[in-house]
Every structure is written in structure tokens, then in C-alpha cells.
Nanobody, 124 residues
């Protein structure tokens, strides 16, 4: 089992920044891929970004909608994954979920473990 706890959501104006954190505990070695999904009201859950705990720094991916604005990173010593969100837009408003899996993918079904979610609201 892997436990995921997100923090860092909040209200920000368009063009602003927020950093989300996700602390993992438990059998993290069994789920080397960590990432973020988001879900806006009335919409399906959407892939945002993924990173692998170990390996090259290039072992990560982003949704096209956030490329160039969001950055995913990790701190292995703290078992924590971060999502730095810059140039935020109102359409980024959603509940953001931290996820973990033994596989890498962009579908929600790929991920075995989910955090409780943290609300991000971007005002125009």
C-alpha cells in the first residue's frame, strides 16, 4: 500500500503561481511512477504530469495543456513530489490529485493509488 497526502492548493489570480506537494509513504518502491491528475466540475479526470522516482531527469511527461507552465519534480529524500504551476489560467481550476503506480500512463485506470485531492482555484 502507498499513502499519498497532497498540500498546497488554494486561490490565486490568473497569471499567478502555486506549488503543490505530495508526500508518499508506505511501499513507495512498488510504485515508482508518481504524478498528478485534475478534475474540474462536470468534467472527467485529466492527466497533468508524471515522473519516475529514480532514473534520468528526463523520465517525465506532461499534458499538452500544461507544457511550458507546469513543472513536476521530486525529492527522493523526502518522498515528495512537487507540481510547480506558473502562469495559471482560470481553466486550470480543478481538484488536483496525486497518484502513484507501477506503470506509466495518461489514463486514470493506470494508477493504483490516489490522494484525497487539493482544490486549486484560479480567478480571472
Amino acid at each position: 500500500q502507498v499513502q499519498l497526502v497532497e498540500s498546497g492548493g488554494g486561490l490565486v489570480q490568473a497569471g499567478g503561481s502555486l506549488r503543490l506537494s505530495c508526500e508518499a509513504s508506505g511501499r513507495t518502491f512498488s510504485s515508482p511512477y508518481m504524478g498528478w491528475f485534475r478534475q474540474a466540475p462536470g468534467k472527467e479526470r485529466e492527466f497533468v504530469a508524471v515522473i519516475k522516482w529514480s532514473g534520468s531527469a528526463g523520465n517525465l511527461d506532461y499534458a499538452d495543456s500544461v507544457k511550458g507552465r507546469f513543472t513536476i519534480s521530486r525529492d527522493n529524500a523526502k518522498n515528495t513530489v512537487y507540481l510547480q504551476m506558473n502562469s495559471l489560467k482560470p481553466e486550470d481550476t480543478a481538484v488536483y490529485y496525486c497518484v502513484a503506480s507501477s506503470r506509466r500512463g495518461v489514463m486514470p485506470s493506470t494508477y493504483d493509488y490516489w490522494g484525497q485531492g487539493t482544490q486549486v482555484t484560479v480567478s480571472s
